[in-house]
């Protein structure tokens, strides 16, 4: 709701952003049978499909910390879509804001990195 409210409704008023699509359905892999048994199929749900106003679609997810599922099912939406522009964002007050997940994790490391360092420093 905060990235809906900070970002997207931001850039619907001042144009950057043309469209945007929530809880849009992505399948990750097909229900099967095995031994004789239905196998429900993998979905992955979007938090935000966003058209902007230089026709780029971004698929994004927000995360705060992402579990092992997470995980998972990045890299199977990354196998089965490799040309859908698919990223993960997070709010980090400490980083300045709305951030690539990848980016506030770099800051974490660093910050972890320093602490350790301080440490053993004093």
């Known amino acids: 709701m905060k990235y809906y409210r900070d970002v997207i409704c931001v850039g619907l008023k001042d144009g950057t952003i043309k469209d945007c699509q929530l809880q849009v359905k992505y399948e990750l892999q097909q229900k099967f049978k095995f031994k004789g048994k239905n196998i429900l199929g ?4 979007a938090d935000f499909v966003i058209t902007y106003a230089d026709d780029s679609v971004i698929v994004w997810d927000t ?3 992402p579990d092992s599922l997470a995980k998972i099912k990045k890299k199977l ?9 698919y990223r993960w964002i997070g709010y980090s007050m400490q980083d300045g804001g709305w951030l690539e997940y990848d980016e506030i994790q770099k800051a974490r490391n660093k910050r ?3 602490k350790k360092l301080k440490l053993m420093a004093g």
């Open 63 to 65: 995360k705060g910390l």
């Open 77 to 85: 939406f990354h196998y089965k879509y490799p040309d859908v522009d």
């Open 42 to 45: 993998i979905n992955y749900v």
């Open 112 to 114: 972890k990195k320093e």
